[in-house]
């Protein structure tokens, strides 16, 4: 299978944070990175310790999501550089991988 | 921890596409993989840059899905090789990690 | 984007065990991890090769669960350490990455 080199990209936001939608449309509209899918968690917890559950109603709307995608090394050093003020330290993860071209 | 290198594969495809049972079904049957999860998006976009989102009722049938699993490098090899013809280019990541040997 | 290097892990089961909800607390109040998150699949197998679907609904406590959490490469050594006795080989992956630090 040929191969070539990505950097996969996973932001780790909750469903109450407004930057998730923005943030969604802008690599949509702006960035025009391949492809990216939305993730939801059942549960987590962040820096503040609180826990956020899908099984405590009042917590419904706060449940933690991952933005992940993956794009060329250069692309993506270009996208997190444009979103480096629109998301706090230490919620975008980044690691090499592989993709197939068929 | 006593650890074994394992090649993590994920695929993306999205819920409406047939090639995601036959897949799961096959990785199981045919590939005997040790472990297999398919995970499903709450929103995403592929190349053809149609947005798919839970919240819009028609797409809910095109959600996006990934399936994961991890296994030994040479399996992987082999297996992503019986693949090729099947899952489009763009769609397969795969990268190098450690399992736990108990 | 200035970044720091982290191990991510994850932590494969299902939500019929018990371990789950313990492990999460353990993260949560003894080990002090920054963030983690839990993700249900939505179909998967394992090592018995009995095949978890939410379509079943005889088996929907049983599906597949994710505990994602990342956090600087000494500190994830330590905590896989402590937990190794109580998740089973072959359930716990990890891979380097970087993070963001603002």
Do not use: C
Not at 69 to 90: C, Q, S, Y
Request: glycine residues 6%; charged residues 25%.
């Amino acid at each position: 299978m040929k191969q070539s080199e990505v950097t996969v990209v996973r932001i780790y936001l909750t469903e109450a944070e407004r930057a998730m939608k923005n943030l969604l449309a802008r690599l949509h509209d702006q960035e025009k990175v391949r492809g990216v899918t939305v993730f939801r968690g059942i549960a987590g917890f962040g820096r503040s310790g609180v826990m956020h559950s899908s099984t405590l109603l009042d917590l419904s709307l706060d449940l933690p999501v991952v933005i992940e995608f993956f794009d060329e090394p250069a692309k993506v050093r270009r996208i997190l550089a444009h979103l480096k003020d629109t998301i706090p330290p230490g919620h975008v993860v980044t690691w090499s991988a592989n993709v197939n071209e068929g």
